[in-house]
């Protein structure tokens, strides 16, 4: 925000001061406001960024804290703010644990623009000075394409719309997520939708650029103090609109960027190498560093997703799982803003119980975290190896899906190996089916070891009559492979909706179970839908350590995608009976197979019946009572979050719940 203004306060009474917007202060007090950039002077006193840098420059755990880290706001920086009669300072102060003015009836919602409660422009602006200028409006990353924000352009507009499949203008913009369904198509480029105007829609009011603790707790205190949706953005990647919500602040964590190797680390439960990654470290940074470091790390599939952020905090699947589970499996330590604004380390032993819940719980649910100290993994070698069939005129559609029913015959042998694996099967035309293996992934092995894995199913096609030409690759490290396999993600899309299972090794015990199995995938492959599908296990040998992940992940050899298309221009009503049938017709064919399983949150359908068993399992109830004991005031929200059933989105369509209604108690 531009400071530029000059004003003066109001007086209400000798003692209290009432902030206004600058237009409407009006000179009735002695106490002179005087602006100068960024700084605001208060009489004598100065109103700089609300921040101290802290002396002892280690966490709880021991590890140093990031750069972010240092810069907290304390107690006495509040109290400086009283201090200098700065009106409303308590709305930057820590929960004082009264909870006694919530007003939690049926009904009442967040604060949200246009309401009496919603803090003045001059409020908003005193706020930006605290945060040392970082305070952004929000500006839609395709308002070029429109007049209403003033800044149309038809070159941005163009260069906008271009690159709108790519994840990188979205995860470098404040506000903009990669699946516009939630936001509620907003202010879309034109390639996309053409709209008279661009409007708000689901994205937050306000975004925080994050660059100090104190800026998160700063933000954490003013959105709890006056009752304002917070929601917290990383990339944006978030398959159901997590990081969006109308009427929101936002803190923007995208910024924190330190990756510190830790070369011993000491614990009662670990002793060797880890590192420690700021919230905004992404899978193309941290992996880099992992390669100049000559380790590896577990993290995701997608380039430009978070490692620390929704990613580790929905418990994180990886190339490395079948390997050495979850990514949230390897953490360490936690350092984390907690909705009563206070800045603390969660360790197996320090806020047990918020380390428990942080691992796997959901995002946008427990606090802020700031960064994640986890174990590294030895540099490995990795064999990679692509390849597809399709039907053809020697290979009928019957054939083509032998070919891929005899693939399923191996999942638990392959993920056994340590070995991951990325397909897809799609319909192409009318008895027309591909499949594509993008890739076979197979960490520490070498080629000959990953052939003679793959042999026996490569022989079933053979005798199938159909023939694969495998690209082998082989690299004596992940990241070379990894970047060499797995493309920049695609993103943007409005005409394609996804729902996902962790079906269980169980379904694999006997033929007739994974018979059943395989025809309800089929079933929904001939129903129209495109399977996008990891065989994948995260329960190594080496056994994992009890936190929050869904324990549908310890079962499952296959977590499987569904993606249904639409017609992406048609109004919200139409979407919804589109998307209707992905949730209740073509999910309950895999439900019914696997009753007792589970979906993975991060990848899964927002209208999922049951999500608190779908997502967490048995482990709901203990995330339940956490989040009331750690969030009394419900600060954070995120949809199908541990609570998020208390909680309801105005103006929603069954089965198109998006982010752009106001934030209301059920
Ligand atoms: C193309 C693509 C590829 C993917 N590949 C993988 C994969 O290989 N493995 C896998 O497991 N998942 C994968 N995902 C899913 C991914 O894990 C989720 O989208 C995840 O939510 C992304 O987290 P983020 O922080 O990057 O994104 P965001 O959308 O910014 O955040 C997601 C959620 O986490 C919250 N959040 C973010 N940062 C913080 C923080 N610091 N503190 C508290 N809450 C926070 C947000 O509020 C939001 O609720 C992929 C997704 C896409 C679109
Ligand atoms: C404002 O200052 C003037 C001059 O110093 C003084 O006479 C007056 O009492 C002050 N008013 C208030 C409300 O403090
Ligand atoms: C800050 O204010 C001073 C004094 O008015 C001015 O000289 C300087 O250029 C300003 N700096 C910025 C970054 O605006
Ligand atoms: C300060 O550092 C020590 C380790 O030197 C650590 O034990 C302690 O918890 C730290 N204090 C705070 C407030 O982080
Ligand atoms: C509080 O204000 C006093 C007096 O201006 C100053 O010396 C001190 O550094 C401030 N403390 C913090 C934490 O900002
Ligand atoms: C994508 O964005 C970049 C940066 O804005 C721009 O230079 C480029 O032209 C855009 N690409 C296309 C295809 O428009
Ligand atoms: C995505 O955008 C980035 C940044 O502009 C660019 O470097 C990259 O080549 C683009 N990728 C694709 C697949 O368009
Ligand atoms: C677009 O904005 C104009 C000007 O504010 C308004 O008159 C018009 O009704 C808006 N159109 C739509 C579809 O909301
Ligand atoms: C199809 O089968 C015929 C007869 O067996 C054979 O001649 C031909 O090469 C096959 N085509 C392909 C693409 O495999
Ligand atoms: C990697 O391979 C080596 C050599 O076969 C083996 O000793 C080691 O246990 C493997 N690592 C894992 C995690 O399986
Ligand atoms: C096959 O496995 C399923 C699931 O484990 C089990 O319920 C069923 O009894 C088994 N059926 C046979 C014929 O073994
Ligand atoms: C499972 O399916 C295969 C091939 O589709 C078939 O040959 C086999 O008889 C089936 N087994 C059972 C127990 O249904
Ligand atoms: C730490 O070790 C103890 C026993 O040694 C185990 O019960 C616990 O699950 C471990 N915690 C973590 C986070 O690994």
């Given at each position: 925000m531009a400071v530029s203004s000059s004003c003066r306060w109001l007086a209400a009474s000798a003692a209290t001061l009432i902030f206004l917007a600058p237009a409407l202060a009006q000179d009735t007090s002695n106490t002179t406001i005087?602006?100068?950039?960024?700084?605001?002077?208060?009489?004598?006193?100065?109103?700089?960024?609300?921040?101290?840098?802290v002396s002892n420059t280690t966490t709880g755990d021991g590890t140093p804290l990031t750069a972010a880290e240092t810069v907290q706001l304390t107690d006495e920086v509040i109290a400086n703010l009283t201090d200098i009669a700065?009106?409303?300072?308590?709305?930057f102060a820590f929960d004082d644990g009264d909870a006694s003015t919530l007003d939690k009836r049926s009904g009442s919602c967040k604060v949200f623009p246009g309401d009496a409660a919603w803090p003045s422009t001059f409020v908003w602006w005193v706020f930006d000075l605290l945060l040392g200028g970082n305070l952004i409006t929000?500006?839609?990353?395709?308002?070029?394409?429109?007049?209403?924000?003033?800044?149309?352009?038809?070159s941005e507009c163009t260069s906008v719309d271009d690159n709108w499949t790519n994840s990188t203008i979205h995860m470098s913009d404040p506000t903009s997520v990669m699946w516009p369904l939630y936001q509620g198509r907003t202010c879309m480029p034109t390639s996309y939708a053409t709209y008279e105007n661009c409007t708000l829609g689901g994205y937050?009011?306000?975004?925080v650029n994050v660059s100090t603790v104190s800026q998160i707790q700063l933000a954490v205190n003013f959105a709890r103090n006056a009752n304002i949706r917070l929601v917290v953005k990383n990339t944006g990647h978030d398959f159901n609109g997590k990081s969006a919500g109308a009427g929101a602040l936002s803190i923007w964590t995208h910024h924190l960027k330190d990756i510190t190797v830790i070369p011993n680390y000491v614990s009662k439960n670990y002793t060797g190498q880890a590192v420690k990654m700021g919230a905004g470290v992404q899978a193309f940074e941290i992996y880099a560093a992992a390669k100049a470091g000559g380790f590896s790390v577990v993290g995701g599939e997608g380039r430009t997703v978070g490692v620390a952020g929704g990613f580790l905090a929905g418990g994180g699947h990886s190339p490395l799982s079948s390997l050495y589970g979850m990514a949230a499996d390897q953490v360490l330590a936690i350092d984390v803003v907690t909705p009563d604004g206070r800045f603390v380390t969660a360790t197996p032993e320090l806020n047990t119980d918020l380390f428990w819940a942080l691992r796997g719980g959901g995002g946008s649910t427990f606090g802020v975290v700031t960064s994640v100290t986890s174990k590294t993994k030895p540099k490995m070698q990795v064999t990679t190896a692509q390849f597809s069939f399709a039907t053809s005129t020697n290979v009928t559609a019957d054939i083509f899906w032998a070919g891929v029913r005899a693939y399923f015959n191996y999942f638990i042998d392959n993920t056994d190996a340590g070995t991951y694996a990325y397909f897809s099967v799609f319909t192409t035309g009318t008895d027309s089916y591909s499949f594509n293996m993008a890739p076979f992934w197979a960490p520490n092995l070498t080629l000959a070891e990953t052939q003679t894995l793959l042999a026996p199913w490569f022989a079933d096609l053979a005798d199938l009559g159909i023939s694969v030409s495998p690209v082998y690759g082989h690299y004596d490290n992940f990241y070379d492979a990894w970047?060499?396999?797995?493309?920049?993600?695609?993103?943007?899309?409005?005409?394609?909706?996804?729902?996902?299972?962790?079906?269980?090794?169980?379904?694999?015990?006997?033929?007739?179970?994974?018979n059943a199995t395989f025809s309800a995938i089929k079933s929904t492959v001939l129903a129209g839908g495109s399977l996008l599908a990891f065989n994948i296990a995260a329960a190594p040998a080496a056994g994992y350590p009890d936190n929050a992940v869904n324990p549908a992940w310890r079962e499952t050899c296959l977590h499987a995608i569904l993606a249904l298309g639409f017609d992406g221009t048609a109004n919200s009503t139409t979407v919804a009976s589109s998307i209707s049938v992905l949730t209740t017709d073509w999910m309950q064919q895999w439900r019914d197979v696997s009753p007792t399983a589970g979906a993975y949150m991060s990848e899964?359908?927002?209208?999922e019946p049951n999500f608190q068993q779908a997502f967490y399992?048995?482990?709901?109830?203990?995330?339940?009572?956490l989040k009331q004991q750690f969030d009394p005031k419900s600060l954070f929200y995120a949809p199908t979050g541990v609570g998020s059933e208390e909680w309801y989105i105005t103006g929603q369509v069954d089965y198109l719940p998006t982010q752009d209604g106001r934030l209301c108690r059920v």
């Amino acid at each position: 925000m531009a400071v530029s203004s000059s004003c003066r306060w109001l007086a209400a009474s000798a003692a209290t001061l009432i902030f206004l917007a600058p237009a409407l202060a009006q000179d009735t007090s002695n106490t002179t406001i005087t602006v100068q950039n960024t700084t605001v002077a208060v009489d004598a006193s100065t109103l700089a960024p609300a921040a101290v840098t802290v002396s002892n420059t280690t966490t709880g755990d021991g590890t140093p804290l990031t750069a972010a880290e240092t810069v907290q706001l304390t107690d006495e920086v509040i109290a400086n703010l009283t201090d200098i009669a700065l009106a409303n300072a308590s709305l930057f102060a820590f929960d004082d644990g009264d909870a006694s003015t919530l007003d939690k009836r049926s009904g009442s919602c967040k604060v949200f623009p246009g309401d009496a409660a919603w803090p003045s422009t001059f409020v908003w602006w005193v706020f930006d000075l605290l945060l040392g200028g970082n305070l952004i409006t929000t500006v839609p990353l395709a308002a070029s394409c429109y007049n209403d924000f003033g800044d149309y352009s038809a070159s941005e507009c163009t260069s906008v719309d271009d690159n709108w499949t790519n994840s990188t203008i979205h995860m470098s913009d404040p506000t903009s997520v990669m699946w516009p369904l939630y936001q509620g198509r907003t202010c879309m480029p034109t390639s996309y939708a053409t709209y008279e105007n661009c409007t708000l829609g689901g994205y937050p009011s306000y975004v925080v650029n994050v660059s100090t603790v104190s800026q998160i707790q700063l933000a954490v205190n003013f959105a709890r103090n006056a009752n304002i949706r917070l929601v917290v953005k990383n990339t944006g990647h978030d398959f159901n609109g997590k990081s969006a919500g109308a009427g929101a602040l936002s803190i923007w964590t995208h910024h924190l960027k330190d990756i510190t190797v830790i070369p011993n680390y000491v614990s009662k439960n670990y002793t060797g190498q880890a590192v420690k990654m700021g919230a905004g470290v992404q899978a193309f940074e941290i992996y880099a560093a992992a390669k100049a470091g000559g380790f590896s790390v577990v993290g995701g599939e997608g380039r430009t997703v978070g490692v620390a952020g929704g990613f580790l905090a929905g418990g994180g699947h990886s190339p490395l799982s079948s390997l050495y589970g979850m990514a949230a499996d390897q953490v360490l330590a936690i350092d984390v803003v907690t909705p009563d604004g206070r800045f603390v380390t969660a360790t197996p032993e320090l806020n047990t119980d918020l380390f428990w819940a942080l691992r796997g719980g959901g995002g946008s649910t427990f606090g802020v975290v700031t960064s994640v100290t986890s174990k590294t993994k030895p540099k490995m070698q990795v064999t990679t190896a692509q390849f597809s069939f399709a039907t053809s005129t020697n290979v009928t559609a019957d054939i083509f899906w032998a070919g891929v029913r005899a693939y399923f015959n191996y999942f638990i042998d392959n993920t056994d190996a340590g070995t991951y694996a990325y397909f897809s099967v799609f319909t192409t035309g009318t008895d027309s089916y591909s499949f594509n293996m993008a890739p076979f992934w197979a960490p520490n092995l070498t080629l000959a070891e990953t052939q003679t894995l793959l042999a026996p199913w490569f022989a079933d096609l053979a005798d199938l009559g159909i023939s694969v030409s495998p690209v082998y690759g082989h690299y004596d490290n992940f990241y070379d492979a990894w970047w060499a396999v797995f493309p920049l993600e695609t993103v943007g899309s409005t005409s394609l909706k996804t729902a996902s299972r962790l079906f269980p090794k169980s379904n694999w015990a006997n033929d007739t179970s994974l018979n059943a199995t395989f025809s309800a995938i089929k079933s929904t492959v001939l129903a129209g839908g495109s399977l996008l599908a990891f065989n994948i296990a995260a329960a190594p040998a080496a056994g994992y350590p009890d936190n929050a992940v869904n324990p549908a992940w310890r079962e499952t050899c296959l977590h499987a995608i569904l993606a249904l298309g639409f017609d992406g221009t048609a109004n919200s009503t139409t979407v919804a009976s589109s998307i209707s049938v992905l949730t209740t017709d073509w999910m309950q064919q895999w439900r019914d197979v696997s009753p007792t399983a589970g979906a993975y949150m991060s990848e899964a359908d927002i209208s999922e019946p049951n999500f608190q068993q779908a997502f967490y399992g048995t482990n709901y109830a203990r995330l339940y009572a956490l989040k009331q004991q750690f969030d009394p005031k419900s600060l954070f929200y995120a949809p199908t979050g541990v609570g998020s059933e208390e909680w309801y989105i105005t103006g929603q369509v069954d089965y198109l719940p998006t982010q752009d209604g106001r934030l209301c108690r059920v």
